[in-house]
Every structure is written in structure tokens, then in C-alpha cells.
């Protein structure tokens, strides 16, 4: 069975993000994010969100583990932080239903979602640039990087929260994860 840890980053919506992973028959566990990479074991990591980029713990050391990694909201801006691009301010905060447009179909992560999809997503900060090997799968009017995706290493992020209702195909970002996983 597919093992995935997610690394709380003490965000309001971690525990959906597990049962997200629980409900489509994925073995998983919350971990704390200070939990050394050498105490992981998992076919896959997911990068909960969180309200604070100085609250990371760990996170930055687990980018070095040979496993997928899933970075959703401050878990994207980490990868994307510790990889070489840059995150800033957003020019809109607070959470809100947005309309993403998915410009990588090819993408393993988003690429299967509607060519518009309506997504809950918080933009206090978001990624400004994309790390090098990365691409933006998607983007917003509200946001230039919506979604980020390396698929030689196997590191993808959303600015938005798949495992919330208000997000309308979620749960198959969450399966294509999975798939990823499994895949390797």
C-alpha cells in the first residue's frame, strides 16, 4: 500500500489534507515538521499549508529525500523558496474562490483538471518566480503561479487548497498524486 506522510506546518486545513489522502485508501500520518528526513518513511510527501514561512521546521531538508513531494500553498512557496525562485507578498490576501487556468495539460499533478478550474486558495504571499526545472502549470488573475511542477524530480505545488469542497476536482489532484507514487 502507498505510504504518504503530510508535514504539518500548522496550517487550519492539514488534518483535511490527510483524511483527503485516508479516504482514497492511502496510507498516511501527520508528522510534525520538525520530524528528521531520516525518521520518514514514505512513498510520497505532501507540504501542508501553513500561516508562517518562519514556522517550517525541517521542511527545507525533507526537498532532499528521493520521494515525490506535494507543496500545497505555504508548502509550494517552500519548494519554490528553497529551490532557487522567490516568494512575495500577494497582491491579495485572505481566502477566496478563484479561477485557475491550467496552461501545462501535460503536467501529472493538474494537467487532467478542467482547462478552467475553480479553486479556494489564500494569496497573502505567493511564489513570484519559479525555481530553475520548474514550470507554471497554472495561473489566475489573480496570480501570475498558481501551480509549479518539476516532473523530472517529482516536485509539484498549488497555490490552492485541494482538499477543501469550496475547490471544485481536488480530489483528483490528490489521486494524481498518488498515482506519482506509485508510479516510481
Same mark, same amino acid.
Not at 525533507?62 to 507543496?71: N, Q, S
Not at 486558495?121 to 489573480?142: L, N
Given at each position: 500500500?502507498?505510504?504518504?506522510?503530510?508535514?504539518?506546518?500548522?496550517?487550519?486545513?492539514?488534518?483535511?489534507?490527510?483524511?483527503?489522502?485516508?479516504?482514497?485508501?492511502?496510507?498516511?500520518?501527520?508528522?510534525?515538521?520538525?520530524?528528521?528526513?531520516?525518521?520518514?518513511?514514505?512513498?510520497?510527501?505532501?507540504?501542508?499549508?501553513?500561516?508562517?514561512?518562519?514556522?517550517?521546521?525541517?521542511?527545507?531538508? @525533507?526537498?532532499?529525500?528521493?520521494?515525490?513531494?506535494?507543496?500545497?500553498?505555504?508548502?509550494?512557496?517552500?519548494?519554490?523558496?528553497?529551490?532557487?525562485?522567490?516568494?512575495?507578498?500577494?497582491?491579495?490576501?485572505? @481566502?477566496?474562490?478563484?479561477?485557475?487556468?491550467?496552461?501545462?495539460?501535460?503536467?501529472?499533478?493538474?494537467?487532467?483538471?478542467?482547462?478552467?478550474?475553480?479553486?479556494?486558495?489564500?494569496?497573502?504571499?505567493?511564489?513570484?518566480?519559479?525555481?530553475?526545472?520548474?514550470?507554471?502549470?497554472?495561473?489566475?488573475?489573480?496570480?501570475?503561479?498558481?501551480?509549479?511542477?518539476?516532473?523530472?524530480?517529482?516536485?509539484?505545488?498549488?497555490?490552492?487548497?485541494?482538499?477543501?469542497?469550496?475547490?471544485?476536482?481536488?480530489?483528483?489532484?490528490?489521486?494524481?498524486?498518488?498515482?506519482?507514487?506509485?508510479?516510481?
Amino acid at each position: 500500500m502507498t505510504r504518504i506522510v503530510v508535514v504539518d506546518n500548522h496550517g487550519q486545513f492539514t488534518h483535511l489534507e490527510r483524511r483527503a489522502l485516508r479516504d482514497l485508501g492511502v496510507d498516511t500520518e501527520l508528522i510534525d515538521n520538525d520530524t528528521r528526513p531520516a525518521d520518514i518513511d514514505a512513498d510520497g510527501i505532501v507540504l501542508s499549508g501553513g500561516p508562517d514561512i518562519d514556522r517550517i521546521g525541517r521542511c527545507p531538508d @525533507y526537498l532532499d529525500l528521493d520521494v515525490p513531494i506535494f507543496g500545497i500553498c505555504l508548502g509550494m512557496q517552500i519548494i519554490a523558496d528553497e529551490l532557487g525562485g522567490t516568494v512575495g507578498g500577494g497582491e491579495y490576501g485572505g @481566502y477566496a474562490d478563484v479561477d485557475v487556468e491550467i496552461t501545462d495539460t501535460t503536467d501529472p499533478l493538474v494537467g487532467t483538471l478542467a482547462p478552467e478550474t475553480r479553486v479556494w486558495a489564500s494569496h497573502a504571499d505567493e511564489v513570484k518566480t519559479v525555481p530553475e526545472g520548474f514550470t507554471r502549470t497554472a495561473r489566475s488573475d489573480v496570480c501570475s503561479i498558481e501551480a509549479i511542477a518539476n516532473a523530472e524530480t517529482d516536485r509539484y505545488g498549488v497555490q490552492w487548497h485541494p482538499e477543501v469542497a469550496h475547490t471544485e476536482r481536488g480530489e483528483e489532484v490528490f489521486e494524481n498524486f498518488i498515482e506519482v507514487c506509485e508510479s516510481r
